[in-house]
């Protein structure tokens, strides 16, 4: 059975592949903390506001042009 924590780690992974970001850019750009996606990998549960947030992130079109 898969849960909303593998469901939202799936999007993030699929979004990595998909942009050719690394995790700790991803994390550093989506939320300034360059481990985040290191610890969802290792079973960190996010809160609701926290998977908002990443997923606003990444359906944001602007966020490509966010200076590194």
């Known amino acids: 059975m ?3 924590q593998d469901q939202f780690l799936a999007e993030i992974e ?4 998909r942009e050719g970001m690394g995790a700790t850019q991803f994390g550093i ?3 300034n903390d360059p ?8 079973g ?3 809160s609701v506001r926290t998977v908002d947030r990443v ?3 990444m ?4 966020r490509a ?4």
């Open 55 to 57: 997923r606003a992130w």
């Open 14 to 17: 699929a979004y990595l592949t």
């Open 35 to 42: 481990r985040f996606v290191f610890d969802v990998r290792r």
């Open 59 to 62: 359906a944001d079109p602007e």
């Open 2 to 4: 898969t849960t909303l």
């Open 44 to 46: 960190r549960i996010c």
């Open 65 to 68: 042009s966010e200076a590194a």
């Open 29 to 31: 750009r989506a939320l």
